[in-house]
């Protein structure tokens, strides 16, 4: 399993763009990159997943460079609802974003400010 | 459309003593998932069912730790006995079929004393 490194802590303030980038330099052909995000006392959720490019949903963005060593999650517009443990993940999946074989690290704690 | 269910959401017992956890996926969800998740780190995966095989169960203490899905619907997680260090949440997860997007749900909080 190709393992990530993220930073460990972010912070920002209300209706500022933030970008998380995760490191994953042992990416396999088959491996997507999935995103995460944990509000403490819930289990995690899925954001979004990519393979290449970019890929944007309602949610967030994810910029994917064409060697795909690394990966960037982009949420617009936070607000301070945002604050929570966001998880970078790498592995072989389908089109969806399931769990299977993940390795979840100890992720990146975005805080957001007034 | 009703989440994963887990219960109890707490838990706190005496180190040497059992405890079971119960997960019940989403209506349908072939794969379910059970992840440890000790305070500061990620969630680590135990054991992952399809339907009710075992899919994978590599990271699974198999000398205290075990699961079962009867019937490839809910399932339940044992730790017999427990230790200090099994103390933290218990999350369970469920997705419609492998490689497909995972659902979890609130956890069970373990403390062993």
């Known amino acids: 399993l190709a393992k990530t490194t993220q930073p460990i802590s972010m912070d920002s303030y209300e209706g500022q763009e933030v970008n998380i980038t995760c490191s994953h330099n042992?990416?396999?052909?088959?491996?997507?990159i999935t995103w995460y995000q944990q509000f403490p006392s819930q289990g995690p959720r899925f954001i979004i997943q990519g393979y290449k490019t970019k890929v944007t949903n309602e949610v967030a963005s994810l910029f994917i460079p064409a060697d795909r060593k690394s990966s960037t999650l982009s949420l617009p517009r936070v607000s301070l609802s945002d604050t929570a443990v966001y998880y970078c993940?790498?592995?072989?999946?389908?089109?969806?974003?399931?769990?299977?074989?993940?390795?979840f690290g100890k992720g990146t704690h975005l805080i957001i400010q007034p | 459309e009703a989440g994963v269910a887990q219960s109890p959401r707490y838990k706190i017992i005496e180190k040497r003593q059992s405890v079971a956890f119960w997960c019940n996926p989403i209506s349908g969800h072939a794969t379910l998932y059970w992840y440890q998740q000790i305070l500061g780190q990620g969630p680590k995966l135990l054991i992952q069912f399809q339907n009710n095989g075992v899919v994978d169960d590599s990271q699974l203490p198999k000398d205290r730790f075990s699961a079962e899905r009867l019937k490839g619907v809910d399932s339940t997680l044992k730790i017999q006995p427990a230790k200090l260090e099994d103390s933290a949440v218990y999350l369970c997860a469920s997705s419609l079929r492998v490689n497909t997007e995972a659902f979890f749900g609130q956890g069970t909080r373990l403390t062993v004393v």
């Open positions: 042992n990416i396999a052909t088959n491996d997507y």
């Open positions: 993940l790498v592995g072989e999946r389908g089109s969806g974003g399931g769990a299977d074989g993940l390795t």
